[in-house]
């Protein structure tokens, strides 16, 4: 990998951080966001096998500056702690290839300053303050800086202090929307696999008709595919007699809140992509949210079944036809037996006058 391909791969990776720090903390403030910035690099290196947090704050620094002076970003960057003064540490960068000047400068504007500026968009800094504050507890603190031109070469003294309540504050809030995101990813897939694991189809419509759930049975059920059935008219799924009805059905509902078939199991007949009509069996509910309805139906086709039981009326009557016929044939047996009867004792009383003669 050359010095070009390696520049670009940082480049592609702030790109990527920047993008999912924006994207999940939308409208939280610059710190925060660009903090968030910081976790989303870090854990993207962390999938190729990157780690950078060591046993010190000192050596984690100096992993992440090694890690951008072999990529390009800088020409030379490494932190030193300055024993005689406390946790003071200075950062030494040179040759940022990503800014005329360096980054330490580009964020505090090459004046003695604190670390309030609003738009903190160093990269390296913000793995830094992830890292520091994740790992040990601790932020930035910029003492001062300065920025030597002539050589492209910056020194900034900073020391390490403990997170403060307010950006801690930040921080907590920060993993409760994260959390909260995973929970709600988690609960839309497992609602997902419900729906697309389902036996029977399940459609969904908004208040002016319009399919906005469509599953996987429905897709095999009615011809057409996800993509074309959602924003469809649910009345395509109907014959033409039938469309109007519905229409004002759902008028009527949407503006009286009443229902007539919400909550009950009913047979209709369904028109698939091809025209075929099949039959079904319906079940409809409805659920308001923010002033708005929405109703769901589960579908089963009964083709096969209303096929069953045809056949099982058409072998009822049969099986009643004979039955009468049975019935009948006994019927006369008995008057045939009698008449059998009638006639032996007719034939039993001349051959005793016979006789008798």
């Excluded at 999940?24 to 989303?40: K, Q, W």
């Excluded at 036996?199 to 057409?224: C, H, P, Q």
């Excluded at 919400?262 to 949210?289: A, C, F, N, R, Y």
Aim: proline share 2%.
């Amino acid at each position: 990998m050359n010095d070009i391909e390696k520049l670009k791969k940082l480049i592609n990776l702030w790109n990527y951080a920047l993008s999912a720090g924006l994207t999940n903390l939308f409208g939280m403030d610059a710190p925060n966001i660009y903090l968030e910035v910081g976790r989303a690099a870090v854990e993207r290196l962390k999938e190729e096998g990157i780690e950078f947090i060591k046993d010190t704050p000192l050596d984690t620094i100096n992993a992440v500056y090694a890690y951008f002076v072999e990529y390009g970003y800088f020409e030379e960057a490494k932190a030193v702690k300055i024993q005689s003064e406390g946790d003071v540490y200075e950062f030494y960068e040179r040759g940022c290839a990503a800014f005329e000047s360096n980054c330490w400068t580009f964020y505090s504007g090459g004046r003695k300053t604190s670390f309030k500026c609003k738009f903190s968009a160093c990269f390296c800094h913000n793995i830094f303050r992830y890292i520091l504050s994740s790992r040990f507890g601790l932020d930035l603190k910029l003492i001062d800086s300065e920025l030597k031109k002539e050589t492209k070469e910056e020194f900034a003294r900073v020391a390490l202090a403990p997170v403060s309540a307010e950006a801690l504050k930040g921080m907590s809030l920060i993993e409760e929307l994260r959390k909260g995101e995973a929970e709600l990813k988690r609960v839309v897939e497992e609602y997902r696999n419900i729906i697309d694991t389902s036996l029977d189809a399940i459609v969904a419509i908004d208040g002016s008709g319009k399919i906005t759930v469509w599953n996987n049975t429905a897709e095999r059920m009615f011809g057409y595919t996800k993509d074309e059935a959602l924003g469809m008219p649910v009345t395509n799924l109907m014959q033409e007699g039938d469309r109007e009805k519905h229409r004002k059905g759902l008028k009527r509902f949407i503006e009286t809140e009443v229902p007539v078939f919400i909550g009950k199991t009913v047979e209709v007949l369904g028109v698939k992509k091809d025209g075929s009509i099949s039959p079904k069996e319906m079940s409809l509910s409805s659920q308001k949210i923010d002033g708005r309805w929405w109703i769901t139906g589960i579908i089963r086709d009964i083709a096969e079944r209303k096929h069953h039981e045809e056949m099982l009326k058409q072998r009822a009557d049969e099986l009643e036809r004979m039955n009468r016929l049975m019935v009948g044939r006994e019927l006369k047996m008995e008057e045939l037996k009698k008449e059998i009867q009638n006639l032996k004792f007719k034939v039993q009383g001349l051959e005793k006058g016979k006789i008798q003669d």
